[in-house]
Every structure is written in structure tokens, then in C-alpha cells.
């Protein structure tokens, strides 16, 4: 979601800013802007469209500053205008970014008015500046100033503010939206994501729940949700920036699907030895936490929801724990029982989407035993408030939609399957079987993307088509679920899916020839009866595409496309058959001329309820 970068150095700072901006573009934005502090003061500027919009204009205007803040807005409150892209400004005198929801704007807005000050946006954030403007009436200093103003703010954010009458300094404040302090040699950076400062420094502080830091050129300066002075821990990253190209790929979103044999090797490496799973990759006190769990409750939006479904047949099938999954924004808002013993398992790409952090630190207090994420981000809050944590290391995935990211959960999750397992009469040979399917399985991935380019001669079918149906059984209608949710989100193409033998119960009204069916057909146990379901849609004159394995025997013909894959192991025919419908989605979407890696509405890292 949105992006801030900061700086404070004895150099220009325009060009980093701006760097900055670009390496977190993949998050997903529709406007961007910079204030600068210069000879001239306060400077702003700020565009609707993408970071080489702003970059043109600060070119043309010769812009420059010692000390700034830049910002790409995904807009919540407020349309896209200029008006309501960040940076806000009070009085001409003092800026401010912010990432998150202040869920008191309206009151806030009314008080600050009735003190005089006039709004030029629709925005939450505006109300940032003018409060914070209105304590520096009474304040000493900025940081005090920020330090009266954020107990009154409610909701979400990381914000970061700047005032001409205290030129060398920015303040930042967090609670709930991530921000990281980046170190430097006379000179000091913060942002939302390492990432944007990989290019200026590899040392990094994050700011924890609650913090407000002051930032200057020689010093850093944090203080916790009491106003005490505290130290964090400062880490050196080895994080690659992996996004500086796209390499022979047309996308990064290709790109990434292709690099997902090679993001699986690197989630086993040294994780599944001698035919056992390291249960020790899950953090220190695994196995004495192992052993003593009942029920598992997972917790995951979108995307990781879906990978979360997949384990739930897992763990109940092969470790023989009951597990219950939900929608992490459904799960913090209603009462829930907590089953004695109960794990709870969040998943999260980017470690810090609202909803399941939020529903992280619920169950901390509602009496779970202990709780594991499933992460790609070894820094992120997630993975810091959780008891046990599993890094996918999937390496940066800059799509929007999601494919790497996916599969390596998948993986680490049916490792969570073997490990919990051992500690509930799981038999030795099915861990075994786990860890020799998993070995296998980044060369399988390799195989499933020979037929690359029969997916791709499918799509012009679908260049007309506005809705469409995905169907699985068994641990594969998540899958279908995530091949669904793929094709809107850059296709915008309308889709959904349905366990197959849900068919009769209602969506088989909507097949007609104009609406492509998409199956998903192993041959496991349930491959009979998802064949009398396919007979159901051919019976009414529906247009079916069967990924299938080989061993199934589907025999196409003018109503059934049907693209073969080779005979894997049931246990990670869920991670294979994800593949195909990824770069069906793909392909489909590049005939329907879409934004395949930055689609519109969506965020990367959904940081705001």
C-alpha cells in the first residue's frame, strides 16, 4: 500500500527520495508527491499517476533540499486528485506523510476548524498537519509537539513529519502501520520498507508499536507510547533488491511465476534433511510447543487465506489436528471460542497487512497457546510479535497479485504438517513421504512451466468473455479459489469458484457457452467424481478448460480443452496445479490489454483496515 520515504543529510536528497518512491511502487499507488526544505522553505509538489510524473516535474523545476519527505497514496479517503496527494501542509510551515486510517478524522476536522484552520483536501491525513501545528503553539520543539498530538489520534498510521522552523530534523511516529529507520554516515533516512532504502544504507532500526523517533542528520532519538527514551535494536539487512529488472520476462509478474522452482529450493534449503523436516525452521521451542497443540486456527487475507484452506486438509488429514481457518478482518470482530491448546497461525507476505496483525496481538490476549506466522519478511511485525515464525524466503516479489509468495507458504505449510504431525502419531513413513514429495518438488514446478505456451495459445478465447467459473474438489477448490481471484485481479474479469459438487446447488444456472469453465483434475480419490461434474457442464452446453494429469484420461474435444501435467504426488498437486492457472491469468490478461503488475484498485501490502 501507500509508501513514505524521508531524508535528512548534508547532501540533495531529491534523487534518493525519488529512488526511494520507485522501489516501492510495486505496493500500489495512483498519486505521488515530495515536500523539500530548502532556501526557499518549504517546497511541495505532488501529481496524480505514477513516481515519473512527480520526477518530471521536480527535473523541471529545479528542485532540491537538504532534508524532505516523498509519499506514494493509494487513495482511501478523498478521490485522486493532486489536492488530496501527500504530502499535506499547515500553514505553509509543516508537512506530513502518512500511511494507515485516523478513524477520528471527522471529529478532529470539526475541532481544527473551529480553531481556525482551513482544509484544502478530502484527505484523514490533513488533520495530521493541522493538529500537529495547532500543539507546536504550545510546545518546545516538534517531537513534543508530535508527542501531544498522536494520543488523540485513533486508527492506523506511520507518519512522518517535517517544519521548516526546524530544518534538520524529521519526526516519525508509529502505530499499527510499519515504519524503519535507515542509518547513515551524517545523514539518516526512514521509510515504510527497507526496500526504498536499500540504495543508501544496509543498517536499519524499526520503530515499534507505539514509537515516536526523532531524526536528524547526526542522531536518532526514539521514545515509547510513554514518552521514555529506548533503545532498538539495530540490524544490518542482507535483503536483495531482486526488482531492478524484469530480465527477459515482459512482466514481473511473469517473472515471478517463473522464478518459483527457484523460491521453493530456497524455502527447503536445509529444512528438509534425510527424509524429516527441520522442525527447528520454525523457531526456537517448536517441538515443546508441538507437542502440546490440540487445534490449529489460521488466520490470512485473500491470496494467504487460500493457502491457509489448502493446510486446513492437510493438518486434519496427515498430522490429525483439527483446524479451523478464517478471514482475519471476520475473525477480529466477532467472539470467538478458543479451543484448550490451540496454535495460532497467521500468513502474510508482507508481515504487516492490518487485519491479520491485528488479529495476531487479539489472540495474544484471548488465550491461544502460542502463536506462528508464516512470512516472507524476516523484519516485519509480524514476525517480531509472533512466538514462532517460518520465512518463506521467497525473495521480493513485486506483482501485485501474488505467485511466489503463494507457493512458498504452500510449502512451508505442509513442512507445518509433517512437523506437528511427528508429535500426534503421524507415522514416520507419511513424514517421510512429505519430505520426499517436497524434495521433489521444485523440479516438478520446472516441468508444470513447459506448457507455458500452450496456456498462452488459450487466451484469445477469452479476449470477449466477462465471467467465468473455476472448480475444484478436495484440497484443490482452494486452489480454484486462487485461480479465480488471479483472473480479476488482472484480467477484471468477473470469477468464481466452487467446490464441483456444489455445482447443482445453484451456479450450474449460470453455464451457458459464454461462460468458460476452468477445472482442476488430479488423479486422486475424488477424480471420478469430479468427472460426473464436468459430464454436469458439458450437458449444458458449457466450455470447459481441464488442467489435468495425464494419468486421468480427460479426452478433449470442441467443448473441453483439456492441458495435460504430469503425475505428481497428491500431497503437492495443490502447489503444481497453482501454476497453470497463474499464467492463465497471465496471459488472459495481457489480451485484455490490462496493468498486469500494478492493477488498478489493489495494493500490494494492504496495511489499512
Avoid at 510499519?178 to 532500526?205: H, K, M, W
Avoid at 493457502?307 to 496427515?318: K, S, T
Avoid at 466452487?498 to 488430479?522: N, R, T, W
Wanted: include cysteine; hydrophobic fraction near 40%.
Amino acid at each position: 500500500m501507500c509508501g513514505i520515504v524521508g531524508a535528512t543529510a548534508e547532501r540533495r536528497v531529491a534523487e534518493i527520495l525519488l529512488e526511494g518512491l520507485r522501489r516501492l511502487e510495486y505496493r500500489g499507488y495512483d498519486s505521488a508527491g515530495m515536500a523539500l526544505l530548502n532556501d526557499r522553505g518549504l517546497t511541495k509538489v505532488r501529481r496524480v499517476g505514477k513516481v515519473k510524473e512527480l520526477a518530471d516535474a521536480i527535473e523541471r523545476d529545479g528542485l532540491n533540499g537538504h532534508v524532505g519527505i516523498a509519499h506514494t497514496r493509494w487513495a482511501t479517503h478523498g478521490g485522486v486528485t493532486e489536492a488530496n496527494a501527500h504530502p499535506h501542509v499547515s500553514n505553509d510551515e509543516l508537512a506530513v506523510v502518512h500511511n494507515g486510517i485516523i478513524e477520528n478524522h471527522e471529529h478532529l476536522r470539526e475541532k481544527l476548524q473551529g480553531l481556525g484552520y482551513q482544509f484544502e483536501s478530502q484527505t484523514d491525513t490533513e488533520v495530521i498537519a493541522h493538529l500537529i501545528h495547532h500543539e507546536l503553539k504550545t510546545s518546545d520543539s516538534l517531537l513534543a509537539a508530535v508527542q501531544k498530538a498522536v494520543p488523540q489520534l485513533e486508527g492506523a498510521y506511520g507518519t512522518v513529519i517535517m517544519d521548516q522552523r526546524e530544518p534538520g530534523q524529521l519526526v516519525v511516529a508509529r502505530s499499527g502501520s510499519p515504519l524503519v529507520i535507515g542509518l547513515g554516515i551524517g545523514e539518516n533516512f526512514v521509510a515504510s520498507d527497507q526496500l526504498a532504502l536499500l540504495p543508501v544504507t544496509r543498517e536499519f532500526i524499526y520503530l515499534e508499536e507505539g514509537d515516536v523517533a526523532a531524526v536528524s542528520r547526526e542522531s536518532v532519538n526514539i521514545f515509547d507510547s510513554e514518552g521514555n527514551a529506548v533503545q532498538r535494536e539495530q540490524i544490518t539487512s542482507d535483503l536483495q533488491y531482486d526488482a531492478g529488472g524484469k530480465g527477459e520476462y515482459r512482466h514481473f509478474m511473469l517473472k515471478e511465476i517463473h522464478e518459483q522452482p527457484f523460491a521453493v529450493r530456497n524455502t527447503l534449503e536445509g529444512r528438509v534433511l534425510d527424509g524429516k523436516i527441520a522442525v527447528d525452521a520454525f523457531g526456537e521451542n517448536a517441538d515443546e510447543i508441538f507437542k502440546q497443540i490440540q487445534h490449529v486456527q489460521i488466520i490470512a487475507c485473500g491470496t494467504s487465506y487460500h493457502a491457509g484452506m489448502v493446510a486446513r486438509y492437510w493438518l486434519e488429514e496427515h498430522a490429525g489436528v483439527s483446524c479451523n481457518v478464517e478471514i482475519a478482518s471476520e475473525f477480529r470482530y466477532r467472539k470467538s471460542h478458543v479451543f484448550p491448546n490451540s496454535l495460532l497461525v497467521t500468513i502474510s507476505q508482507s508481515g504487516e497487512t492490518a487485519d491479520t496483525l491485528a488479529a495476531l496481538r487479539l489472540a495474544k490476549e484471548i488465550g491461544y497457546k502460542a502463536s506462528l506466522t508464516v512470512c516472507n519478511v524476516g523484519s516485519s511485525s509480524m514476525v517480531r510479535e509472533s512466538d514462532l515464525a517460518f520465512l518463506t524466503r521467497a525473495g521480493a516479489e513485486i506483482g501485485v497479485a501474488s505467485t511466489k509468495a503463494f507457493t512458498t507458504q504452500l510449502a512451508g505449510l505442509l513442512m507445518l504438517t509433517a512437523a506437528i504431525g511427528r508429535y500426534h502419531g503421524m507415522p514416520a513413513d507419511t513424514e517421510a513421504r512429505i519430505a520426499k514429495a517436497l524434495s521433489a518438488l521444485p523440479t516438478k514446478l520446472e516441468e508444470c512451466l513447459t506448457i507455458t505456451h500452450d496456456i498462452e495459445k488459450l487466451a484469445p478465447e477469452f479476449a470477449d468473455k466477462e465471467h467465468s467459473l473455476f472448480l475444484g474438489r478436495g484440497d484443490q477448490y482452494p486452489i480454484a479459489m486462487e485461480g479465480a481471484l488471479k483472473l480479476k485481479e488482472i484480467s477484471y474479469i468477473h470469477a468464481e469458484a466452487y467446490a464441483s459438487g456444489e455445482l447443482k446447488h445453484g451456479p450450474l444456472a449460470l453455464i451457458d457457452a459464454d461462460m468458460p469453465v476452468i477445472v482442476v483434475a488430479p488423479n486422486n480419490e475424488l477424480l471420478e467424481k469430479l468427472k460426473s461434474n464436468v459430464e454436469e457442464v458439458r450437458a449444458r452446453g458449457g466450455i470447459m478448460y481441464v488442467f489435468a494429469d495425464r494419468d486421468a484420461r480427460f479426452k478433449g474435444d470442441d467443448s473441453m480443452r483439456v492441458i495435460n501435467l504430469a503425475h505428481v504426488d497428491e500431497l503437492i498437486a495443490p502447489i503444481i496445479y497453482t501454476l497453470p492457472l497463474q499464467l492463465l491469468s497471465y496471459y488472459v490478461a495481457i489480451i485484455k490489454g490490462t496493468d498486469v503488475d500494478q492493477p488498478r484498485n489493489l495494493a500490494k501490502s494492504v496495511t489499512v483496515e
